[in-house]
């Protein structure tokens, strides 16, 4: 898990790594180039440091050009569909890379020569001939750094073509097949049943709540990604479902803050965490019942923190593989490697449920 992190989060922890590695490629691979050429001459100590001072103070060159590629030629045209422009530009910036790298052999490393003792290399070939040299080695960097990145877009796409796949087949699956059915229709369901056997009048309003969040699940969770805001309402519309199905006894709250405007999560994440508190965690018809949901959204960072009270057998608790909370770290992992936090920690009063997701950085956008 750790290497998908590394190729595929945005985290700065993961991401700058995966740079220095690839910088480092670079680095020891034209090093070793240049020292297998000097060794002969100079001994095998020069060559290696005057090939190690050449090779690092030229890198920045190297990396203008393969990130002037990934980071603006490919969002501002290839991704545009402007193949032409990117081809022509991309000509222009390796144009203007070879004029740079040429000032840099002239008037950079005759100095780092001098300074291991090494004879000055004069620049005999002509300037078409050192233009296609440059050209071949300059762009092998940069066609490497494009494919990484291509490669990376591919898999990512495969993976929400399998992600929507699989997410419409459970859907089918949820729709006609009664076993398969999520354990929130069943529980919610359950909790009808057995109120309408003593009061009939709540059933109305508990089964508009039970309409609104059907039809939430029905037209929002085919897609990857659902709005925060319309999931924090059908979770009020959930806790309601529950307020009612237990006489008012206990106490739930769920607390907002942060802007949570234009948010999206990926779906079956928020809503089964708090059903599998209130279906496993919750001591039902007990005025020590407690449920406190915390929901911030800052920046593009979701922090998502749930109290409830222990329940009197709290054996399941300790079941690394429950099937909700296990299935829910799954879809983390698949759609924020690296770039989420899930842990449920059992106190000695109550338990603490505490996910953290950093939303821009789901592979799937």
Same mark, same amino acid.
Request: charged residues 20%.
């Given at each position: 898990m750790?290497i998908d992190?590394?190729?595929?989060?945005?985290?700065?922890?993961?991401?700058? $790594?995966r740079?220095?590695?690839f910088?480092?490629?670079?680095?020891? &691979? +034209?090093?070793?180039?240049?020292?297998?050429?000097?060794?002969?001459?100079y001994?095998?100590?020069v060559?290696i440091?005057?090939?190690?001072s050449?090779?690092?103070?030229?890198? $920045?060159?190297?990396?203008? /050009?393969?990130?002037?590629?990934i980071?603006? #030629?490919?969002?501002?045209?290839?991704?545009?569909?402007? &193949?032409?422009?990117?081809?022509?530009?991309? /000509?222009?910036?390796?144009?203007?890379?070879f004029?740079?790298?040429? !000032?840099?052999?002239?008037?950079?490393?005759p @100095?780092?020569?001098? /300074?291991?003792?090494?004879?000055?290399?004069k620049?005999?070939s002509?300037? %078409?001939?050192a233009? /296609?040299?440059?050209f071949?080695t300059f762009n092998?960097? !940069?066609?490497?750094?494009?494919?990484?990145?291509?490669?990376?877009?591919?898999?990512i796409?495969?993976?929400?073509?399998d992600v929507?796949?699989y997410?419409?087949e459970?859907?089918e699956?949820?729709?006609?097949?009664?076993?398969?059915?999520?354990?929130?229709?069943?529980?919610t +369901?359950?909790?009808?049943?057995? %109120?309408?056997?003593?009061?009939?009048?709540?059933?109305?309003?508990?089964?508009?709540? #039970?309409?609104?969040?059907?039809?939430?699940?029905?037209?929002?969770?085919?897609?990857?990604?659902?709005?925060i805001?319309?999931?924090?309402q059908? #979770? @009020?519309?959930?806790?309601?479902?529950?307020r009612a199905?237990t006489?008012n &006894?206990?106490?739930y709250?769920?607390e907002?803050? !942060?802007?949570?405007?234009?948010?999206?999560?990926?779906?079956f994440?928020?809503? $089964?965490?708090?059903?599998?508190?209130f279906?496993?965690?919750?001591n039902?018809?007990?005025?020590?019942?407690?449920?406190?949901i915390?929901?911030?959204?800052?920046?593009?960072v #979701?922090?998502f923190?749930?109290?409830?009270?222990?329940p009197?057998?709290?054996?399941?608790?300790?079941?690394?593989?429950?099937?909700?909370?296990?299935?829910?770290?799954?879809?983390?992992?698949?759609l924020?490697?690296?770039?989420?936090q899930?842990?449920?920690?059992i106190?000695?009063?109550?338990?603490k449920?505490?996910?953290?997701?950093?939303? !821009?950085?789901?592979?799937?956008?």
């Amino acid at each position: 898990m750790y290497i998908d992190s590394l190729v595929f989060s945005n985290k700065p922890n993961f991401r700058i $790594p995966r740079h220095v590695f690839f910088w480092l490629g670079w680095i020891s &691979y +034209f090093t070793a180039e240049a020292t297998l050429r000097r060794t002969e001459v100079y001994g095998f100590h020069v060559a290696i440091f005057s090939s190690v001072s050449e090779v690092l103070a030229s890198t $920045p060159i190297d990396m203008a /050009f393969c990130y002037s590629i990934i980071y603006f #030629l490919f969002p501002r045209f290839l991704f545009r569909g402007m &193949y032409v422009k990117m081809v022509m530009l991309w /000509f222009l910036f390796a144009l203007l890379g070879f004029f740079i790298y040429r !000032g840099f052999n002239v008037y950079i490393v005759p @100095h780092i020569h001098d /300074f291991y003792g090494m004879k000055r290399q004069k620049i005999g070939s002509t300037l %078409i001939w050192a233009f /296609f040299y440059f050209f071949l080695t300059f762009n092998m960097e !940069g066609c490497l750094a494009a494919a990484i990145k291509l490669g990376k877009m591919w898999y990512i796409k495969k993976s929400e073509n399998d992600v929507l796949t699989y997410q419409k087949e459970q859907m089918e699956a949820f729709i006609h097949n009664d076993h398969a059915q999520s354990h929130f229709l069943f529980h919610t +369901f359950s909790r009808v049943h057995d %109120i309408s056997l003593e009061k009939a009048p709540e059933i109305a309003g508990m089964i508009s709540s #039970l309409q609104k969040i059907t039809l939430f699940i029905v037209s929002q969770y085919q897609y990857t990604q659902v709005d925060i805001e319309k999931e924090i309402q059908i #979770l @009020h519309e959930f806790i309601e479902l529950e307020r009612a199905g237990t006489d008012n &006894y206990g106490n739930y709250s769920i607390e907002v803050s !942060g802007e949570m405007a234009g948010k999206k999560v990926a779906s079956f994440i928020l809503l $089964p965490l708090v059903e599998n508190i209130f279906s496993q965690q919750v001591n039902k018809n007990d005025m020590t019942d407690f449920v406190m949901i915390k929901a911030a959204v800052i920046k593009d960072v #979701l922090k998502f923190e749930i109290q409830n009270s222990k329940p009197h057998q709290t054996s399941s608790l300790i079941n690394p593989k429950r099937d909700t909370i296990y299935q829910i770290k799954k879809r983390l992992n698949l759609l924020y490697p690296g770039s989420h936090q899930l842990s449920v920690i059992i106190e000695t009063e109550l338990v603490k449920t505490y996910l953290e997701i950093n939303l !821009g950085s789901i592979v799937l956008s």
